[in-house]
């Protein structure tokens, strides 16, 4: 039995259609060994988002808003149900202990692909896990075909005043990153 969830996702205005459809969410799959490469030899590259690949959701509306009003320009907000089915939790302590024995297990080859990846200073821990939770989700797919579906997290996602020396580590609330776009149905615009 799989688990929807409500999932807000902020955005511009002018990305989104006067149609909502599902084709707004078309996701793009980047192998992260390649980006590396890519990246290596100066050629166009995307790092991966703290939680891997993919299109992003937050569990609360607010965060969402927080999340988009940092970026300048007329925002809007889309809700979504988010199919769950083969979705890592990477709050789930049996899962994080066998996580850390493979992050363990590939940190060498992880840090030469980060080193490739050109990062930001306040990115740099969410790249390198980025990096690692796709090696992971290839693992599981070569050895176990599994089709990992998304990845959540609960996380803090700052206000727009924040400084980044003042985040907290206390979560205030569940993101998605979503790695299939059709998982992502009904989706609305909220006004808000």
């Given amino acids: 039995m799989s688990e929807v969830s409500d999932g807000f ?38 790092n991966p988002g703290s939680l891997g690949y993919g299109v992003y959701f937050f569990s609360k509306f607010e965060m969402a808003k927080e999340f988009i009003s940092k970026f300048p320009g007329d925002d809007t907000i889309l809700q979504a149900d988010l199919d769950l089915e083969n979705c890592i939790d990477l709050d789930d302590e049996d899962f994080q202990d066998s996580y850390h024995i493979y992050r363990k297990k590939v940190e060498q080859t992880a840090q ?29 797919k070569k050895k176990q075909q599994i089709e990992v579906s998304s990845v959540k997290k609960r996380t803090y996602t700052p206000s727009k005043d924040e400084k980044s020396e003042f985040y907290s580590n206390v979560p205030n609330g569940t993101e998605y990153c979503i ?3 059709e998982i992502i149905t009904n989706t609305k615009e909220i006004v808000g």
């Fill in 9 to 46: 996702h902020g955005t511009k205005k002018i990305l989104v259609n006067n149609k909502i459809s599902k084709d707004y969410f078309q996701i793009k799959k980047y192998d992260v060994i390649q980006e590396a490469t890519n990246a290596a030899n100066h050629r166009r590259s995307k």
């Fill in 112 to 140: 030469v692909h980060f080193k490739n990846f050109s990062v930001r200073s306040n990115a740099k821990q969410n790249v390198y896990d980025g990096i690692i939770i796709e090696l992971y989700i290839r693992e599981l």
């Fill in 179 to 181: 790695r299939l776009s």
